[in-house]
């Protein structure tokens, strides 16, 4: 049976939200939110290597499960605190940390960052992830069962992910972070990512050059970028531009295989 949720699209003003050690998030008595929309959902049954672990909730055309439920049926004890000023959640497991606030379209895993188009869900006072970014934790392959309307975590052995360091090339990012900063800087997050993904899209365009780099200076054809004129390529670029650069490594793709854009 359908029901519906309100999942909050921009930023969380009030929250009246509890967290408890044993029970994960309690049920909050209201929530507040400059911005309320009715969700439809659906449950649906979510299996750990074949085992049932929880019902998750279908919407947006995504598989949601609850935080915790998560982390207390896969890999090792982890910590979970929950800032109220902040709405952040933090999770500190063994080898990694995850981080992610309501309102926000993102959240991180060893200083990665991986995106969350509809950020997440707050029900009844419990946060509800993506599946699919919650297994990434432990690089665990996740499975629809069109047959079953089910959802698969395969995770024998479970492995963490690895961290930003050993993760992003150095120059890349450098390079990446800077081009959107000073194309987009004042743009949301998604007008950040597209104009990262035009970028990669050149790269693998084989008639642009292959590296991140070679497409920002390219002058081939004339300057690409007018921002290598006037020197704002080279400004310290701002944190959310930075967090598009890393969603954009992360293969997030929001343009298809434009090499454009206005």
Sequence with gaps: ?????????????????????????????TVTSSTDIETDYSTVPIYLNGIKMADGLFANETTYLPLRTFFNAIGDQADI???????TATVTGKDFVLTVTLGNNYLTINDRCFYLPNGA??????????????????????????????????????????????????????????????????????GKIAVGNVVLNRVA???????????????????????????????????????AAKICLEGYNLVGDSIYFV
């Design 1 to 29: 049976m359908k029901k519906f949720i309100k999942t909050n699209i921009s930023v969380i003003c009030a929250i009246c939200l509890i967290f408890c050690t044993v029970g994960g998030f309690a049920s909050a008595e």
């Design 81 to 87: 605190a929950w800032n109220d000023e902040t709405n």
């Design 121 to 190: 869900l707050l029900v009844d006072g419990v946060m509800y992830l993506p599946i699919r970014e919650l297994a990434k934790v432990y690089t665990a392959s996740v499975e629809w069962d069109v047959e079953s309307s089910s959802v698969n975590i395969s995770a024998d052995k479970p492995v963490v992910i690895s961290t930003a360091a050993n993760f992003y090339n150095e120059q890349d990012l450098y390079w990446l972070s800077r081009l959107i900063n000073a194309e987009s800087g004042n743009q949301p997050l998604d």
């Design 205 to 243: 365009n084989p008639t642009c050059p292959d590296t991140i780099y070679g497409v920002v200076f390219d002058s081939k054809y004339g300057v690409q970028f007018s921002v290598t004129q006037n020197g704002t390529i080279y400004e310290e670029p701002n944190e959310e531009s930075v967090i």
